[in-house]
């Protein structure tokens, strides 16, 4: 599995974009970038995920580098509601894919 | 869309006595994933199943601990014996297929058990 770095703890004022690194330098071609987040006191959710080219959802952006060793997710507003720990997990695109593995993560914290 | 269901969401027992926590996949989904994060840590891995197949339980403690998933029916995490180190929120997710790195886990609020 690749290893990822991630800040412990990212802040950002309400109504601001923010930037969450991540360091994946270890990661395999076939690896999709996912990131997940989870809010206090519930499951992960889905963000967002991709393999080489820069993606947008609704509810936020994924830069990834273009050597693939480092990506960030962008926030392009932050409310109260974006306060979570946001995991960025590479994921094996052959028949490992399963085991989606979390590491510490970053704890967003929005202020008003 | 129900999404994946999970219950119960609260369950209290004390030492010695059996857990079942049930958890019903998304629809179309027949992969389940259960995970368990202790309080103030992070999601640790613990079992990967298939409709009446274990792919991998590589993080599973090796006793007290078991898992399942019927040909009909929820998938069922059943901790015996219960100590106080198992208290802790257990959560699981169900994805449509595995086969690729792009598939998307959907998880479920999760269930937390507390051991007295």
């Known amino acids: 599995d690749a290893k990822t770095t991630q800040p412990n703890s990212m802040e950002s004022n309400e109504e601001e974009p923010v930037h969450l690194p991540c360091n994946h330098s270890?990661?395999?071609?076939?690896?999709?970038i996912h990131w997940y987040r989870q809010l206090p006191s519930q499951g992960p959710e889905y963000v967002i995920h991709?393999?080489?080219s820069n993606v947008n959802n609704r509810m936020a952006s994924l830069a990834i580098a273009e050597d693939r060793k480092s990506s960030t997710l962008i926030l392009h507003r932050a409310t109260l509601r974006d306060a979570a720990v946001y995991y960025c997990?590479?994921?094996?695109?052959?028949?490992?894919?399963?085991?989606?593995?979390f590491g510490a993560g970053t704890r967003l914290f929005v202020k008003a | 869309n129900a999404g994946v269901m999970q219950n119960p969401r609260h369950l209290v027992r004390r030492r010695g006595q059996e857990a079942r926590l049930r958890c019903s996949p998304m629809?179309?989904?027949?992969?389940v994933y259960w995970y368990r994060q202790l309080p103030e840590e992070g999601l640790k891995f613990m079992v990967y199943?298939?409709?009446?197949?274990?792919?991998?339980e590589s993080g599973m403690p090796k006793e007290r601990f078991s898992a399942e998933f019927p040909k009909e029916g929820p998938s069922i995490l059943r901790i015996q014996q219960v100590v106080r180190g198992d208290s802790a929120a257990y959560f699981c997710?169900?994805?449509?297929?595995?086969?690729?790195?792009?598939?998307?886990?959907?998880f479920g609020a999760g269930s937390r058990l507390t051991v007295l």
């Open positions: 997710a169900s994805s449509r297929s595995s086969g690729t790195g792009a598939n998307v886990l959907t």
């Open positions: 270890t990661i395999s071609g076939t690896d999709y």
């Open positions: 991709g393999l080489t």
């Open positions: 997990i590479p994921r094996d695109g052959g028949t490992g894919g399963f085991k989606t593995i």
């Open positions: 629809k179309g989904h027949s992969h």
């Open positions: 199943l298939q409709k009446e197949n274990i792919i991998d």
